[in-house]
């Protein structure tokens, strides 16, 4: 007995120095200071910036809903296009190079021009996102391996109701880093997993008569409260 306890102390001694190697050979760390959470935090939200491309705010639909409630006769593309007007373009530049913050202007801009009531993104976010590893390429440049749970809501239209969906994925991005002028931004997306809700989770959350009801319903919903992972 006393042999066999001895070859198990030996055994996970030789495994925390594989451990202790392994992280040297691939230069990442699980010890973060000041400036890994930075472009931690910059990773975020630059993600998060991505997932409400193209949405509509469900606080500007919720504001048109209620200033044109006096009226008899309320048209969604009315609703929509005021809730559009008064939302700003996120601001890309600010965790993105030059020519991808031009695309996604671009893209962000071309749905607002095009916005329909048959489907409508009204929300989008990351939640429980969590550093994982952090690798130096140079000063100015690192390895980020972050972990989080991605949500958007939407509102669409199906045989004459309005429905309101809810999706999730819990996701496992790698992104590399670049430090331009004292603040971190996304250069490139190196590598995304992407674990879909389980199947008994149902994205679907109401249907109603119309959109304004649909809004009014999406504008309460406690997406926190609706995760499934």
Do not use: C
């Not at 409508?120 to 391996?145: A, C, M, R």
């Amino acid at each position: 007995m006393k042999k066999k306890k001895t070859t198990t102390i030996i055994s996970l001694i030789a495994l925390a120095a594989v451990v202790i190697v392994t992280g040297l050979a691939t230069g990442f760390t699980t010890r973060y200071d000041e400036v890994d959470q930075e472009a931690f935090n910059a990773a975020v939200s630059a993600d998060t910036m991505v997932l409400q491309t193209g949405v509509v705010s469900i606080d500007k639909l919720q504001n048109q809903v209620v200033a044109l409630s006096e009226n008899s006769v309320v048209q969604e593309d009315v609703i929509l296009e005021n809730a559009s007007e008064t939302q700003s373009v996120p601001d890309y530049e600010d965790y993105f190079p030059l020519e991808r913050s031009n695309q996604l202007t671009e893209s962000h801009q071309a749905v607002m021009q095009n916005l329909s009531d048959e489907e409508v993104t009204v929300g989008g976010g990351k939640l429980n996102t969590n550093l994982v590893n952090s690798q130096d390429i140079s000063p100015t440049e690192k390895i980020i391996v972050m972990t989080g749970e991605s949500w958007l809501e939407t509102i669409y239209h199906r045989d004459g109701t309005y429905v309101v969906n809810l999706i999730f994925t819990r996701d496992t991005i790698s992104y590399r880093m670049v430090n331009e002028e004292g603040s971190w931004k996304v250069a490139e997306t190196l590598s995304h997993q992407m674990e879909f809700a389980p199947d008994d989770y149902q994205g679907d959350k109401g249907t109603f008569d119309t959109f304004q009801e649909a809004v009014e319903f999406a504008a309460q919903l406690d997406v926190e409260a609706e995760n499934p992972f």
